[in-house]
Nanobody, 123 residues
Framework: QVQLVESGGGLVQSGGSLRLSCAAS????????MGWFRQAPGKDREFVAA??????STYYASSVKGRFTISGDKNTEYLQMNSLKPEDTAVYYC??????????????????WGQGTQVTVSS
C-alpha cells in the first residue's frame, strides 16, 4: 500500500506564499505522474497542477499559472504557491499515478491520494 502525506497548509494573508509538500511512503512504486487538486466548500474537486516524472513536463490550471510551481524529487512533490488569493482557499490534495496517464487534469486518472491539507487565504 502506498501512502501520500501532505504538509505545509495553513492560514496566510492575500498576496502571501505557502509551500505544500507531499511525501510518498509504503511499498516501492514508480510514480509516473504526480499532481495537486483542491476542493473548496460546496465545489467539485478541481485540478491545480501536475508533473510527469519522465521528461519533467508540467501542467497548470489557468487560474494558478504564473503563481504556483510544481516540483519534486523521488517520491516527494511540492507545490510552491505565491501571490495567494482568497479564492485559492480550499483543501489541497496530492495525487499519484503509478502508470502512464494521458488526462493529468482528470482526478479519476490517479491511483493514490493524500488526506488533504487546508489552505486558507484571508483578504
Amino acid at each position: 500500500q502506498v501512502q501520500l502525506v501532505e504538509s505545509g497548509g495553513g492560514l496566510v494573508q492575500s498576496g502571501g506564499s505557502l509551500r505544500l509538500s507531499c511525501a510518498a511512503s509504503g511499498r516501492t512504486f514508480s510514480s509516473y505522474v504526480m499532481g495537486w487538486f483542491r476542493q473548496a466548500p460546496g465545489k467539485d474537486r478541481e485540478f491545480v497542477a501536475a508533473m510527469r516524472w519522465n521528461g519533467g513536463s508540467t501542467y497548470y490550471a489557468s487560474s494558478v499559472k504564473g503563481r504556483f510551481t510544481i516540483s519534486g524529487d523521488k517520491n516527494t512533490e511540492y507545490l510552491q504557491m505565491n501571490s495567494l488569493k482568497p479564492e485559492d482557499t480550499a483543501v489541497y490534495y496530492c495525487a499519484a499515478a503509478d502508470r502512464p496517464i494521458m488526462l493529468v487534469a482528470l482526478h479519476q486518472s490517479y491511483d493514490y491520494w493524500g488526506q488533504g491539507t487546508q489552505v486558507t487565504v484571508s483578504s
